[in-house]
């Protein structure tokens, strides 16, 4: 892995931690206000559920420190889909606090979420994780980023439903918060089917649905959401660790 690689992957770990403070520059609006403009949907779970996006900074930080002190095989065949993930997280944090556009977020979701299941592809052919640290870090790091990259894609699809047929965040709640949870099952069947056989997929995905459940508990009091997203979740993990993963081109 030569030096420029090394450089702009550490640059967009590092801007992946200064783009979410724009708006306390006064540069326009947290993501968070703007998800709760107009009340509190079904889908979207409070916001410490979001802190996740630390950890997941955090261990990009790591993996570009380590990809420029002292690279491998590893981080030379991760590098790639990991720069183009972390630069469209960048563009999508940065359009969300500057333009709000829902339709514009969703699109922007996806190449984050193609290109961090791509990581995590590749990190599957080369026999997931070895025992080693440096395997643990990039399997945590592909495998959060891949889960909660599909989290954000399946919250932000009713979304878009209601923003088309113009409908108010309490509005419909049930068709809301089924096309998250079937997103979310769709998107953990493809993932364990084609992408990897990694379990922080799905560490992500119930950290998601967790937030799913509380927020229909503890904030919308619609208690029978809650059971809903918790049993859905719970099918979800169950069948993929009874019945395991076996991706495409092995």
């Given at each position: 892995m030569?030096?420029?690689?090394?450089?702009?992957?550490?640059?967009?770990?590092?801007?992946?931690?200064?783009?979410?403070?724009?708006?306390?520059?006064?540069?326009g609006e947290s993501v968070g206000e703007r998800a709760l403009q107009t009340g509190i949907p079904p889908e979207l779970?409070?916001?410490?559920?979001?802190?996740?996006?630390?950890?997941?900074f955090t261990l990009y930080l790591i993996f570009a420190?380590?990809?420029?002190?002292?690279?491998?095989?590893?981080?030379?065949?991760?590098a790639h889909p990991l720069v183009l993930a972390g630069v469209g997280n960048v563009i999508w944090m940065v359009s969300n606090q500057l333009i709000g556009n829902i339709a514009l977020d969703l699109i922007l979701l996806l190449p984050i979420l193609l290109f961090s299941w791509e990581a995590s592809h590749r990190l599957h052919r080369m026999g997931g994780f070895d025992g080693t640290g440096r395997r643990l870090l990039a399997g945590m790091l592909t495998g959060l980023l891949s889960g909660w990259a599909a989290v954000a894609v399946s919250i932000s699809l009713p979304r878009l439903v209601r923003a088309i047929r113009d409908l108010g965040p309490t509005d419909q709640v049930w068709i809301s918060l089924w096309i998250a949870l079937a997103s979310l099952a769709i998107l953990a069947w493809l993932y364990a089917t084609r992408a990897s056989?990694?379990?922080w997929f799905f560490a992500a995905l119930g950290w998601g649905v967790t937030g799913i459940v509380l927020n229909n508990w503890t904030r919308t009091d619609m208690h029978w959401l809650a059971a809903a997203a918790g049993l859905v979740g719970l099918y979800v993990i169950w069948r993929r660790l009874a019945y395991g993963a076996r991706p495409a081109f092995q």
């Amino acid at each position: 892995m030569n030096l420029k690689n090394a450089l702009i992957l550490l640059a967009i770990a590092i801007g992946q931690f200064l783009a979410p403070a724009l708006p306390s520059l006064g540069i326009g609006e947290s993501v968070g206000e703007r998800a709760l403009q107009t009340g509190i949907p079904p889908e979207l779970p409070p916001g410490i559920f979001f802190s996740i996006w630390g950890v997941i900074f955090t261990l990009y930080l790591i993996f570009a420190a380590i990809a420029l002190l002292k690279p491998s095989y590893v981080e030379m065949h991760l590098a790639h889909p990991l720069v183009l993930a972390g630069v469209g997280n960048v563009i999508w944090m940065v359009s969300n606090q500057l333009i709000g556009n829902i339709a514009l977020d969703l699109i922007l979701l996806l190449p984050i979420l193609l290109f961090s299941w791509e990581a995590s592809h590749r990190l599957h052919r080369m026999g997931g994780f070895d025992g080693t640290g440096r395997r643990l870090l990039a399997g945590m790091l592909t495998g959060l980023l891949s889960g909660w990259a599909a989290v954000a894609v399946s919250i932000s699809l009713p979304r878009l439903v209601r923003a088309i047929r113009d409908l108010g965040p309490t509005d419909q709640v049930w068709i809301s918060l089924w096309i998250a949870l079937a997103s979310l099952a769709i998107l953990a069947w493809l993932y364990a089917t084609r992408a990897s056989r990694g379990l922080w997929f799905f560490a992500a995905l119930g950290w998601g649905v967790t937030g799913i459940v509380l927020n229909n508990w503890t904030r919308t009091d619609m208690h029978w959401l809650a059971a809903a997203a918790g049993l859905v979740g719970l099918y979800v993990i169950w069948r993929r660790l009874a019945y395991g993963a076996r991706p495409a081109f092995q």
